[in-house]
């Protein structure tokens, strides 16, 4: 059984920043890749941001220069610093990870519940 917790979601102003963290628990051989969606009402879910184990990360082009990925691959946890907030940017954020869990299966997508983002203008 495999989690994903997201924690760091909460009201913000514009123009403030808040920090996402996203840990993953369970059984897991590896971790691919590692990611951060949103969706707002009334729209598809969308990718914000993704990182590789490797390192190599890609952003909507919405947040490019705003928001930063990082993880940390001991601790099976990413984070999505969020900078320069806009009202645009208010949705439910979903970590998401594609992942092993033992050496002898595919990789599978798992998601995490969802934390709420309001950026109030």
């Known amino acids: 059984q495999v989690h994903l917790v997201e924690s760091g979601g909460g009201l913000v102003q514009a123009g403030g920043s808040l920090r996402l963290s996203c840990a993953a628990s369970?059984?897991?051989?590896?971790?691919?890749?590692m990611g951060w969606f949103r969706q707002a009402p009334g729209k598809q879910r969308e990718l914000v941001a993704a990182i590789t184990s490797g390192g190599s990360t890609n952003y909507a082009n919405s947040v490019k220069g705003r928001f930063t990925i990082s993880r940390d691959n001991a601790k099976k946890t990413w984070y999505l610093q969020m900078n320069s907030l806009k009202s645009e940017d208010t949705a439910v954020y979903y970590c998401n990870a594609e992942l092993l869990v033992s050496a002898f299966v595919v990789a599978a997508r798992y998601w995490g519940q969802g934390t709420q983002v309001t950026v109030s203008s």
């Open positions: 369970g059984t897991i051989f590896k971790i691919n890749a």
